[in-house]
């Protein structure tokens, strides 16, 4: 009896400490990122601020008036700098809950056919979510303070949403394992066979970027045909676009098909932990497919009216100046028109994707996507 | 008087022992109209071969099984009735219970053990202190307190679930086989000591077993259970003496016993009984006398050396077998011819 | 039945009236717990499997039945089946063989290794193969340096990975099963055979194998459910290159956010789970060779090896170089790495990102903790209920009793993977809406652990005479009573091992928690799975296999010594 008892004991024990820190039970994320500061320049004074983000660990939950829960699919590093800065102003009003942009597209949906969004914003993944939200009139309208200073086409007219970056689907590839190889120059090149077994891509079913960039293949070549000769090649499927680029880069694979702005961060981090990184891009003919990560509010009557503040001044936070210069720092491309498109080469074409072309054929995209990949 | 009184109990399984109000669905019950009435202070021995309902009378007593009919009341409490629908539960008819398989709480000391029953009715420790060591008194088993039950005998293992049964005095006491896995030589002085406690105690006791001469050494009235049914019941001299069926006749010690399958019995019963309107006649082995000049002869079969007799199976006439005892070591071989005379019968 | 007290005679133990009362409705309580959260969300499965966006409907058994996928995923799960059953039932029985039935020195080390084996997660393992036999595994850069001109074209991701993966992690459910059989049968079967001139391979053969069939049988079952359940290896290995299984497609099913065809999905996985389980239920009945070795000897040996010890040493040697060394070098070594792609330089090397575990405590410190008081809490309420179970079935054999104990361990024979889906669409809704936050975590972790909770205590239980609790009842004491003191300490090792052996599944679990999680809710099974992301790379992943493994190995060292034998859950 003894044995049992003391340990019992001892499991009551750690209970009782661990769950004297609320937020190891309750669904509380911490605040606490421990990042290097970036000195960016502060527009408005920094008003003191009672409670620093390490003492929110250590209080209980409060009234919840202000707070609000956001879901963000991004990389880590800049979420958390994003956070720093909106909450040096604002205080610690922001409860954010960073996922894959395939979780997200779940969750938010699975929420949305149960009744209600759980999120006050959420942002991130690709606009044929949010256009299928707001079909379905699941999202608050939008105002844009700075509006005016929002580059046209990435003005939303008809919609409930913001279009707050853009990121560049390029070929991807490993400069050491290619050398001496003739590098493709289109998306069609890809399906030579010259090619086989050398890429990869992200799962577009574990994925919502990656089913984003397969509406995207489907409108540009009209069908399947594409999928069927990426299959021919023998390409893998990774778990999500960040896999695909670190493994080009650590020779997994010699060529990836995946968004541009990972070789920003790695190329950032190799710097900082002295390492180099053979990845570089390559911006095919037909044009690399520009991917809008769009926000939202989504309808929430018990939504208190701090809350509600505290939510549009994020959405505004985030197509600011200092925003919009921490993510081109991250490879992604501003919306405004004062800042310079520094990461799409000068001579290279875009393909703009029809997003709402892209949702009707949503069914079709699962369907040959499916039967012929799994 | 009257202690406790069963009247026409039927008690049966189920498979699954499932709780089922309707009762009579049910397939061989094992006690069906069983009637049995015990006097204050008796010790009555059930006695029965494997299967005759012996146990299951004592479950249904102590409250373990739920019968399906009848009624079992002690004193003035009614512990069992049917058509009144009463039905006290186990824990709370204060009655001792020995297993055979003696039940003592591995994981506690033998104090713990005895201790235990007057844990849960409250009692003082001081108390319970006294009583349990007056109970290992008993037994001759003072400052085993702090042992385990794993370290002790069988013998001394069943003195304690003895003990711990009686520990919180109660009326009656039920014992099931306690010393069916006992040597023979321990269970001769243990049942001594049950029933010198008994008796010392002055508690009404039930005594389960198949084994007669535990039946014998104790009983004040031993009661003979077959196949559910009470086949007789008496002191032991009136069992073994004056058997009244012939499943006792034969159950009991040794018999000869002879049935009038051929259209009468041997001749040499013929001076004892107008046999013909009999069902069966027994003849105990030492009944039957050996001497040069008694009237009947035969012949030596088989010659058994039992220690403090011998026994001999005689062929008479007709091929009918006897056996009879005699004292000490053998005196005649196979092959004698021999002369007996069959001093008494039973007639069944 | 109505009970009334006589009238005469008051109870001197009065407290027991609450406690008889309490001992009569405990039972249809526990049934009313157990039915809600075990079978409420397999109903709420079916039906959500009919229910399109209100309406009743037939499309999600349409879309699944005549999807090819389906068919492709049930012939690869099929696949997968077969070839870890019969590698699984080779290795472990060859081992097992060697450990009881021959003079094979050295035996304790194979006890040993194969114990050591059956602490690595599975999916460790897989991430370990990755590490070897990629493209740019450690593999292929030996092979560079060795001979520089031969091309690397072995494709790591296959479903014969899968398979030999798998079977690297379940032939010790074989090796400890079959093992036992040996060790019961004793040798008096194949003395008598010797005697009879029987020559070696006619006693293996003919007298040894069919004696033993039954253990093959019934461990071969077991091995077979978990790799139908299994989920993290073939995500690791098979998916990559569209190759999927039933508990994959599952998985991607849930992308399309098609409810009711990933319902679809959880129910074909659920019915050919029980039809297993049935089946095993039935054979096991059948099966018992009831062989009791009254000799009692120790030297069980009958085969001598002779010549063939030298290479026989060799091969096993080989072995498990292969199935521990290798796996815990490369996850060691790839944890110490900068950047998994780099050359192995010292320059490359760094524990920075052991560091940044613990620093960060988003990374490991929180979902550690997560898993830990998940872990603990699911453990101790299962241990719980799973003794009131058993006490109830072994004590009040009623039909209550029967069918606390049918439904409690049912989800023994439901995926992991199932059971977590079945939570989504059972506690999304209001009034329990237990969805997004810790509480569906901790209830579906309890909900699986306690079959496996009662599945330790009822052996022990019924080793315990019956006559304990009459003779208690008899006695006088309440039901609370002998529950609490007399049942509870004497299967006292039980209750630890079931907590011991819940807890570690929690701390490696992938599925379950990989389906609820939310913001903050991660466990370190998440973390595993999905760490890889834009900054981090597989050295991140191994770095947190590392500390599992480490966890692993450490809490199976404790039941080792407890005596008990995790490998039975």
């Not at chain 2, 039927?10 to 499932?18: A, E």
């Not at chain 2, 306690?178 to 002055?202: C, F, M, T, V, Y």
Request: contains cysteine.
């Amino acid at each position: 009896m003894k044995k049992g008892t003391l340990l019992l004991l001892t499991c009551l024990l750690v209970f009782s400490i661990t769950a004297c820190n609320p937020t190891a039970v309750v669904t509380e994320e911490p605040t606490a990122p421990v990042v290097e500061r970036e000195s960016t320049a502060v527009e408005e004074t920094a008003e003191p601020t009672a409670e620093t983000e390490m003492e929110t660990k250590t209080e209980s939950v409060e009234a919840a008036d202000e707070k609000i829960l956001v879901y963000i699919s991004g990389p880590e590093g800049m979420v958390n700098k994003l956070e720093q800065a909106f909450e040096e102003q604002h205080g610690d009003v922001l409860e954010i809950s960073i996922m894959g942009c395939g979780q997200l597209r779940t969750k938010v949906w699975t929420e949305s056919q149960a009744g209600q969004i759980e999120a006050d914003v959420f942002w991130g993944s690709n606009p044929l979510l949010y256009k299928k939200l707001d079909a379905v009139g699941f999202l608050e309208p939008l105002e844009l303070k700075e509006s005016d200073m929002i580059a046209e086409e990435f003005q939303v007219t008809d919609g409930n949403y913001a279009l707050v970056s853009e990121r560049y689907i390029t070929i991807l590839y490993n400069t050491n394992l290619m050398e001496g190889v003739e590098l493709p120059n289109s998306w069609a090149d890809l399906m030579d066979p010259a090619y086989d077994n050398m890429f990869a891509k992200a799962d577009a079913t574990q994925s919502s970027t990656a089913f984003a960039i397969a509406t995207a293949f489907y409108e540009m070549f009209d069908g399947d045909s594409f999928f069927q000769g990426l299959k021919d090649n023998n390409i893998v499927l990774a778990k999500s676009n960040g896999a695909i680029a670190s493994g080009v880069m650590e020779g997994q694979f010699s060529l990836g098909i995946a968004p541009y702005d990972p070789v920003v961060r790695l190329n950032n981090k190799g710097e900082k932990e002295g390492f180099e990184v053979p990845l570089a891009a390559i911006w095919p003919e037909e044009g690399a497919i520009a991917m809008q990560r769009p926000i939202a509010i989504p309808v929430d009557d018990s939504r208190t009216p701090e809350q509600d503040a505290v939510a549009k001044a994020f959405v505004n936070f985030l197509v600011s100046k200092k925003a919009q210069t921490i993510m081109g720092s991250n490879g992604f491309s501003s919306v405004r028109t004062d800042m310079p498109n520094e990461h799409l080469p000068a001579d290279a074409a875009v393909f703009t994707v029809n997003w709402d072309l892209g949702n009707e054929n949503e069914e079709a995209v699962t369907n040959d996507y499916t039967a012929i990949f799994h | 008087m009257n202690e406790l009184k069963i009247s026409n109990l039927r008690v049966s399984y189920r498979s699954t022992d499932s709780v089922n109000g309707n009762a009579n669905k049910d397939r061989n019950p094992v006690l069906e109209e069983y009637s049995l009435t015990v006097n204050k202070k008796e010790l009555v021995v059930i006695l029965g071969p494997s299967g005759c309902g012996k146990s299951t009378l004592l479950s249904a007593i102590s409250g373990l099984k739920q019968p399906d009919d009848g009624e079992i009341s002690f004193g003035d409490t009614c512990f069992f009735n049917k058509a009144d629908r009463i039905n006290v539960q186990a824990e709370e008819r204060n009655i001792g219970f020995v297993f055979q398989t003696y039940a003592l709480w591995p994981h506690m000391t033998v104090y713990q053990n005895i201790a235990f029953p007057l844990r849960s009715r409250k009692m003082a420790k001081k108390q319970i202190k006294s009583r349990v060591a007056d109970m290992l008194e008993t037994v001759h088993m003072r400052g085993y307190g702090h042992r385990y039950p794993g370290s002790l005998s069988g013998g001394e293992r069943q003195r304690i679930a003895l003990v711990r049964s009686l520990v919180y005095q109660p009326s009656l006491l039920l014992l099931d086989e306690p010393l069916a896995n006992l040597d023979a030589n321990l269970k001769e002085s243990l049942i001594r000591e049950i029933k010198e406690i008994q008796r010392k105690l002055g508690v009404t006791a039930i005594y389960v077993t198949h084994d007669q001469s535990e039946a014998f050494e104790i009983a004040d009235r031993i009661v003979i259970m077959n196949e559910g049914k009470i086949m007789q019941q008496g002191t032991p001299q009136e069992i073994y003496n004056d058997s009244q069926n012939l499943f006792v006749a034969d159950f009991i010690g040794k018999n000869n016993i002879f049935d009038n399958s051929r259209g009468s019995f041997p001749s040499f019963l013929a001076r004892h009984c107008h046999c013909k309107a009999r069902k069966a006649v027994a003849v105990r082995p030492e009944d039957i006398e050996l001497s040069d000049d008694a009237a009947h002869h035969g012949v030596i079969e088989k010659v058994i050396f039992k220690g403090d007799r011998t026994e001999y199976v005689i062929l008479c006439s007709g091929g009918v077998h006897l056996t009879t005892f005699a004292p000490g070591n053998a005196v005649h071989v196979v092959g004698d011819s021999v002369r007996f005379e069959v001093k008494r019968c039973q007639i069944l | 039945m109505i009970t009334r007290r006589s009238s005469t005679k008051s109870s001197p133990l009065s407290n027991m009236k609450l406690g008889e009362r309490a001992s009569r409705a405990l039972p249809f309580l526990l049934l009313l717990l157990v039915g809600v959260f075990i079978l409420y969300p397999m109903i709420m499965l079916l039906v959500t499997s009919f229910d399109q966006e209100g309406a009743f409907t037939f499309s999600g058994y349409a879309s699944v039945f005549s999807s090819s996928s389906t068919y492709k995923a049930l012939l690869n799960t099929l696949q997968m089946e077969v070839g870890v059953l019969f590698g699984a039932c080779f290795v472990g029985g060859s081992l097992a063989f060697l450990r009881h039935k021959t003079d094979y020195k050295s035996k304790h080390l194979l006890d040993i290794f194969v114990f050591l084996n059956f602490t690595i997660p599975a999916y460790i393992l897989s991430v370990s193969w990755i590490q070897v036999a990629a493209r740019n595994g450690y593999l292929r850069r030996i092979l560079k340096v060795i001979l520089p001109n031969v091309q690397y074209n072995y494709n790591a991701y296959s479903i014969g990975a899968c398979i030999i993966i798998l079977v690297l992690h379940v032939y010790p459910l074989v090796y400890f099963g079959v093992g036992n059989a040996l060790k019961l049968l004793g040798n008096s079967y194949e003395q008598s055979a010797k005697v009879c001139g029987a020559s070696k391979t006619r006693i293996i053969f003919r007298v040894i194998l069919p004696l033993v069939l039954p253990a093959f049988i019934s461990t071969g079952l077991l091995v077979v459910s978990r790799t139908l359940a299994n989920f993290g290896v073939p995500a690791q290995l098979a998916m990559p290159i569209g190759k999927e299984v039933l508990t994959t497609r599952l998985y991607s099913a849930m992308a399309d956010l098609n409810l009711p065809v990933v319902a679809v999905y959880a129910l074909l996985l659920v019915v050919i789970s029980l039809g297993l389980f049935l089946v095993s239920e039935r054979v096991l009945k059948k099966r018992v060779y009831d062989s009791e070795d009254l000799s009692k000897d120790t030297e069980i040996i009958s085969i001598k090896l002779g010549k063939w010890q030298g290479p026989i040493r060799v091969i096993t040697g080989i072995f498990f170089t292969i199935s521990i060394l290798i796996p815990f070098l490369t996850i060691i070594v790839t944890s110490l790495f900068k950047c998994w792609g780099l050359s192995f330089e010292m320059k490359h090397l760094t524990f920075q990102n052991y560091v940044r575990l613990f620093t960060e405590e988003k990374l490991l410190t929180r979902p550690l903790l997560n898993s830990l008081i998940y872990g603990i809490i699911a453990a101790t309420t299962a241990v719980m209920i799973a003794s009131l179970i058993v006490y109830f079935y072994q004590y009040k054999h009623n039909r209550v009793a029967n069918w606390l104990m049918s439904i409690s361990q049912l989800p023994i024979a439901i995926p992991n993977i199932i059971l977590a889906v079945a939570a989504m669409v059972a506690w999304i809704n209001e009034p329990f809406k237990l969805y997004g936050t810790a509480s569906i975590i901790v209830v579906t972790y309890t909900v699986l652990f306690i079959p496996i909770c009662i599945k330790q205590m009822l052996g022990a239980a019924k080793n315990i005479d019956r006559s304990m609790d009459k003779a208690a009842q008899t006695m006088g004491i309440p039901v609370t009573m002998r529950y609490a003191r007399l049942f509870l300490p004497q299967i006292k090792d039980s209750l630890i091992s079931g907590f011991l052996i819940c807890f570690l599944i929690s701390l490696k679990e992938i599925p379950i928690s990989l389906l609820l999680y939310s913001a903050g809710t991660k466990t370190l099974g998440v973390m595993l799975f999905s760490i890889q992301s834009n900054a981090y790379g597989l050295e991140m992943t191994s770095s947190v296999a590392v500390i599992v493994i480490a966890l692993s190995v450490t809490g199976n060292l404790i039941l080792n010594k407890l005596g008990a034998r995790g490998y039975q859950s």
